[in-house]
């Protein structure tokens, strides 16, 4: 069973649909990518996962069980863990201490049902960015945000992390990196579900890709099926196998003439 199932969602912003009947599922030990052009409703869908939005319809469940109707702190109990598009760090903070406050916020949270037990600075070491650790978090490099952002989501062990655009602002290593640490927390038997604009760190991590297009999921599969799909070619990677062997025709009588 799918550790997150989203079922025929439905998100609907006056007379615009954002999300249109949306059906996708996640599975623990695994990358999952959603992507999709900008409006696409890839945020929407996290905020309805999440619980920031109510859907207009459809139904969301994870591990097993119906959360539709949870609070979003209910979610987090369970197991839920969530970056955002925008930088949402403690700016006057250290980097440390956001990483201190989100453990403690969840050992008071959870008690005993879901302690945390990692440690701060070694959560910093792995995501590395533990050079930065006194360093307040608004002075940071976006990236280092980022990831200081992950930090802090693992400071909660989630069974199930949502990730949104989490490799702005990094470099090419840095991106390298990142896509290699995805693949351990994912083999650790967490769900990750990321939505990402870096298509080749999207295609090198992702063992399942779900593409959106104005809310409406148009394709699921693995990378490759994904990459050579026609209809993802045309709505979201900008061209397909009919436009190039056109463009090659033409090309070719251009030569010609």
Same mark, same amino acid.
């Given at each position: ?25 996640? /599975? ?6 959603? =992507? ?8 929407? $869908?996290f905020?309805? =996962? ?46 440390? /201490? ?6 403690? !916020?969840?050992?008071g =949270? ?5 302690? @945390?037990?990692?440690? +701060?600075?070694?959560?910093? /070491?792995?995501?590395? !960015?533990? @050079? ?20 802090? $989501?693992?400071? $909660? ?34 769900a ?5 604009h ?7 991590? $992702?063992? /399942? ?7 409406? +999921? !148009? ?7 994904i ?31």
């Amino acid at each position: 069973m799918p550790l997150l199932e989203v079922d025929d969602v439905v998100v609907q912003f006056g007379g615009v649909t954002a999300v249109d009947h949306a059906s996708f599922v996640a /599975e623990a030990g695994r990358v999952t990518g959603l =992507i999709g052009p900008n409006g696409a409703g890839k945020t929407t $869908c996290f905020n309805v =996962i999440t619980g920031l939005q109510k859907p207009n319809r459809g139904r969301v469940r994870f591990d097993g069980r119906d959360i539709t109707r949870l609070s979003v702190p209910r979610r987090s109990r369970r197991g839920m863990a969530r970056t955002f598009q925008r930088l949402e760090a403690f700016g006057s903070l250290s980097v440390r /201490e956001n990483v201190r406050v989100a453990r403690d !916020i969840h050992r008071g =949270i959870a008690g005993l049902v879901r302690p @945390a037990s990692a440690d +701060v600075d070694g959560l910093l /070491e792995r995501v590395g !960015i533990a @050079a930065y650790a006194d360093e307040r978090a608004d002075s940071i490099p976006t990236g280092t945000a980022r990831l200081l952002e992950l930090a802090r $989501c693992l400071a $909660c062990d989630p069974q199930l992390l949502l990730l949104d655009e989490p490799s702005s602002g990094l470099d090419e290593q840095e991106t390298d990196a990142f896509g290699l640490l995805l693949a351990r927390l994912a083999a650790e038997g967490r769900a990750i579900v990321m939505v990402e604009h870096d298509m080749d760190l999207v295609m090198s991590v $992702c063992d /399942e890709i779900h593409v959106l297009d104005f809310g409406r +999921v !148009i394709a699921s599969d693995a990378p490759g099926a994904i990459r050579a799909n026609p209809d993802v070619q045309r709505a979201y990677l900008g061209y397909s196998d009919v436009d190039e062997a056109e463009a090659l025709g033409e090309q070719t009588m251009e030569m010609v003439l």
